[in-house]
């Protein structure tokens, strides 16, 4: 992203202070030779594809008389774990989380806040020249810095490039025009009046609500997070509008499908075009390799303005950490350009640090996008994405929303109604 700044080098006292905080946690890592009582402890919930462990595994390299305890776990057990560490005095120093958990372990002070240790800056530059709008929103709580972006999720549109031009269609940019291709390009080619070949993947979840509704120019909740917000006009016209989605011709991926992805229907053909992040470049390049050169990405179209919701991967010191000054080291080299571009190359997703997003392995031609450079899409999404709020009830008023687009879709119920009935149980879960 061309931010019209220059970038300056690293300030020379930036650089004499990260030395000598380093020595100092070197110093505390070597006090028992290196026992693993003294390392850095890091959690991690990447998986297999993790880019953390071998941008680690650098660091210790370059720095060998620093211990790292490196500890992976699965996603569902990381959510819940983190916060019961926490509250048992066994806090990690520094932790992978996905920003969509960033509301409840805020709520629940799970997280410090990072500006007292940072004092604004990373890597000896100013934090807020260093990341997008949204991302900046994303890290603050409270007036806090609690979280710093790893890696980013902001919805473009996925296609299928070489249906659309088999059919004599253009890549739709409104809502309207989104109508007319899903219709055009979906098949029902057994004729049992079910659309099985190149539909639109249609999630009922609060990420693909929300996308809608932030198109629309609605909120989740009021400004100052006293209530719900979403059964709004806005909200109606949103949910409204993924039906007319459904009838147009999309395919409905609701939790039974397994694979929230889609890579199954994909795989098969029967979803054409979807809404997602970045990381699903990586997923199909790994999981239908024999469909490359055949996809491309484009902006997400929209009603009355661009809009996605926020998330990816956050990087933050738990509340009670032992060693919040080696947590904050290893932060600060996890988000330097050369451990950012891993995320892509390792993980497959998008590093979150602007600078990053100008290394050369972004900015090439993507034979499997069919010679595209699709990071610009993303970044662009990234201007107008926006975090979910942080608020103490936020699982709670995610699954109502859930349940809300459900009984629309698959019940038929209105969509006034069904909202309604999940603003309720939301405006009880921000008086918690």
Same mark, same amino acid.
């Given at each position: 992203?061309?931010?019209?700044?220059?970038?300056?080098?690293?300030? !020379?006292?930036?650089?004499?202070?990260?030395?000598?905080?380093?020595?100092?946690?070197?110093?505390?890592?070597?006090?028992? %030779?290196?026992?693993? @009582?003294?390392?850095?402890?890091?959690?991690?919930?990447?998986?297999?594809?993790?880019?953390?462990?071998?941008?680690?595994?650098?660091?210790?390299?370059?720095?060998?008389?620093?211990?790292?305890?490196?500890?992976?776990?699965?996603?569902?057990?990381?959510?819940?774990? =983190?916060?019961?560490?926490?509250?048992?005095?066994? !806090?990690?120093? =520094?932790?992978?989380?996905?920003?969509?958990?960033?509301?409840?372990?805020?709520?629940?002070?799970?997280?410090?806040?990072?500006?007292?240790?940072?004092?604004?800056?990373?890597?000896?530059?100013?934090?807020?020249?260093?990341?997008?709008?949204?991302?900046?929103?994303?890290? #603050?709580?409270?007036?806090?810095?609690?979280? &710093?972006?790893? %890696?980013?999720?902001?919805?473009? =549109?996925?296609?299928?490039?070489?249906?659309?031009?088999?059919?004599?269609?253009?890549?739709?940019?409104?809502?309207?025009?989104?109508?007319?291709?899903? #219709? #055009?390009? @979906?098949?029902?080619?057994?004729?049992?009046?079910?659309?099985?070949?190149?539909?639109?993947?249609?999630?009922?979840?609060?990420?693909?609500?929300?996308?809608?509704?932030?198109? +629309?120019?609605? @909120?989740?909740?009021?400004?100052?997070?006293?209530?719900?917000?979403?059964?709004?006009?806005?909200?109606?016209?949103? &949910?409204?509008?993924?039906?007319?989605?459904?009838?147009?011709?999309?395919?409905?991926?609701? *939790?039974?499908?397994?694979?929230?992805?889609?890579?199954?229907?994909?795989?098969?053909?029967?979803?054409?075009?979807?809404?997602?992040?970045?990381?699903?470049?990586?997923?199909?390049?790994?999981?239908? *390799?024999?469909?490359?050169?055949?996809?491309?990405? !484009?902006?997400?179209?929209?009603?009355?303005?661009?809009?996605?919701?926020?998330?990816? /991967?956050?990087?933050?010191?738990? /509340?009670?950490?032992?060693?919040?000054?080696?947590?904050?080291? =290893?932060?600060?080299?996890?988000?330097?350009?050369?451990?950012?571009?891993?995320?892509?190359?390792?993980?497959?997703?998008?590093?979150? /640090?602007? +600078?990053?997003?100008?290394?050369?392995?972004?900015?090439?031609? %993507? *034979?499997?996008?069919?010679?595209?450079?699709?990071?610009?899409?993303?970044?662009?999404?990234?201007?107008?994405?926006?975090?979910?709020?942080?608020?103490?009830?936020?699982?709670?008023?995610?699954?109502?929303?859930? %349940?809300?687009?459900?009984?629309?879709?698959?019940?038929? /119920?209105?969509?006034?109604?069904?909202?309604?009935?999940?603003?309720?149980?939301?405006?009880?879960?921000?008086?918690?």
């Amino acid at each position: 992203m061309n931010t019209g700044k220059t970038r300056q080098p690293l300030k !020379a006292a930036a650089l004499v202070a990260g030395a000598l905080a380093l020595s100092g946690l070197v110093g505390a890592c070597s006090a028992n %030779d290196g026992a693993n @009582s003294d390392a850095i402890v890091v959690w991690d919930y990447y998986g297999s594809s993790s880019p953390v462990k071998p941008a680690l595994d650098l660091f210790e390299e370059s720095h060998p008389d620093v211990t790292i305890d490196y500890q992976e776990y699965d996603y569902d057990t990381f959510q819940n774990k =983190l916060a019961v560490a926490v509250s048992s005095g066994a !806090a990690p120093d =520094l932790a992978t989380i996905d920003m969509v958990w960033t509301p409840v372990y805020a709520a629940q002070g799970v997280l410090s806040d990072i500006s007292e240790i940072s004092q604004g800056e990373l890597n000896g530059e100013p934090i807020e020249s260093q990341y997008s709008k949204g991302a900046l929103e994303a890290m #603050e709580y409270d007036g806090r810095t609690i979280v &710093l972006p790893y %890696d980013f999720d902001a919805y473009a =549109l996925y296609y299928r490039k070489d249906i659309l031009e088999q059919k004599g269609l253009d890549v739709p940019t409104t809502h309207e025009e989104l109508l007319n291709v899903v #219709e #055009e390009m @979906s098949e029902d080619t057994d004729g049992d009046g079910k659309v099985d070949k190149y539909a639109f993947q249609l999630r009922p979840d609060t990420f693909e609500f929300s996308q809608f509704l932030f198109q +629309e120019g609605g @909120s989740l909740v009021t400004e100052d997070g006293t209530k719900s917000a979403f059964a709004s006009p806005e909200g109606v016209d949103a &949910l409204e509008y993924m039906g007319r989605l459904m009838d147009a011709g999309s395919v409905y991926w609701g *939790p039974d499908e397994g694979d929230s992805g889609g890579l199954a229907g994909i795989a098969d053909e029967r979803i054409g075009m979807f809404l997602n992040g970045p990381y699903m470049m990586g997923i199909l390049k790994d999981g239908v *390799p024999e469909q490359s050169g055949k996809w491309a990405v !484009a902006d997400a179209p929209f009603s009355k303005e661009p809009g996605s919701y926020l998330g990816g /991967t956050g990087l933050v010191i738990p /509340t009670g950490a032992k060693n919040p000054a080696g947590g904050w080291e =290893l932060a600060q080299f996890l988000l330097q350009p050369a451990q950012q571009e891993l995320v892509y190359t390792k993980a497959g997703a998008a590093p979150a /640090t602007l +600078e990053a997003l100008e290394l050369p392995a972004l900015t090439q031609a %993507d *034979p499997f996008f069919d010679g595209q450079v699709p990071f610009p899409v993303f970044e662009k999404a990234l201007e107008s994405a926006q975090p979910f709020p942080y608020v103490a009830g936020w699982s709670d008023i995610d699954q109502a929303i859930t %349940d809300g687009v459900v009984e629309t879709l698959v019940q038929g /119920t209105p969509p006034e109604v069904s909202l309604r009935k999940a603003a309720a149980t939301a405006d009880e879960a921000l008086q918690k």
